[in-house]
């Protein structure tokens, strides 16, 4: 048997993924500019960013970044068990609560700290979870971990999730789902999913990252549809970074005890802190409304009905030479391929900003409109 040294298995293992067409090499962004992006010295329009709203540039933000870092330093300088617990974090706490209309809110470092330090808080050994089909990476991890049984239903059918419900009882059971799907864009059943919960003494957990902010007035959609635990994040339309668990004050108090990415990382940085205050107090006012109206009239111009669009290709190396195709054509629009989405199924993300100018959509449209002639995509509901 051919022996591989211990560490040429790495070297093996990177040439699998770049044979498969599934090797991952971020780029350097050299500037931005609202969607304007610069790579290798060209000029992109970036339609592949999460920064809905376009505030991750805004310059209150980056003011009130500024502010704090030169009143209160930088790092929290421990855990916020530690002495990393600042006030300015207790205060974004409490605007996020008081922003939902909830309880009670606790922040962590990441969306993906935040699903996977909580699902183990809520379910564990002889629990049982179950989970939509297509649930991101974090919420998937943080059943994994939590030890439950895990059950998943099939995305977005309620009557599915209904039948597992009523086939595997346990001491407590969890649903959790996204509100709005980050690679699919479309919206999962909430009151549909909350009813069926409640009548099988189930907790609905709902992961509203790419909802909040940008959807409605901002609120999101998980607490208004009743759901008893949901995630947010600073990082996506509120344009910093971060993220936070909605819910009832026991919850909350409890993930200071038992979520370990809370226990056990180092507080959010003051300035960070700082620019996440600044933005929910932008969003839940008059700047933020102007804002979700220029990015719902952006995707109803280019003709979609939300501002994450999946456009279908298949095959994982076609996904890769239609990104490149268009990076040629000035469009930065990434490749998703598995595992971040089901096999047969790579796609280009294209995600609408708020950012956008009415230049850059024309150019977005025309783009893609001429690809479209061209046979890159595939329709949806098929695989390539």
Known sequence: MRRVPRMGVLDETLAALAAAGR????????????????VDGRRLINVSSNDYLG?????????????AATENGVGAGASRLITGNVELAATLERALATFHAAPAARLFTSGYAANSGTIPVLVEKDDCVFSDELNHASIIDGCRLSRAQVVVYR???V???AELLDAHPARRRLVV????????????????????SAERGAMLMVDDAHAV??????????????ADIVVGTLGKAFGVAGAYVLGSRALVDLLWNRARPLVFSTGLPVPVLAAALASVRLVSGPEGSRLRDRLLQNHRTLGHDGYIVPL????????????????????LIQAIRPPTVPEGTARLRFSITAALTDSDIRDV????????????????????
């Open 312 to 331: 279908l290709i298949g095959d994982d190396r076609r996904a890769m030479a239609a990104m490149s195709h268009l990076l040629e054509s000035g469009l």
């Open 365 to 384: 449209g025309s783009v893609v409109d001429r690809m479209t002639d061209e046979g890159w995509f595939v329709p949806r509901g098929t695989r390539g």
């Open 213 to 226: 902010g940008a959807i409605g007035d901002g609120r999101g959609l998980g607490w208004r549809a009743g």
């Open 155 to 157: 995305h977005a059918d």
């Open 23 to 38: 090797l991952r090499e971020p780029r350097v962004i050299e500037r931005r500019a609202g969607a304007q992006i610069w």
């Open 177 to 196: 789902t996204e509100s709005l799907f980050s690679m699919d864009g479309d919206l999962a059943p909430l009151a549909e999913l909350r009813a069926v």
């Open 55 to 67: 505030l991750s540039t805004h310059p209150t933000l980056a003011a009130a970044a500024a502010t």
């Open 159 to 161: 009557d599915h999730l």
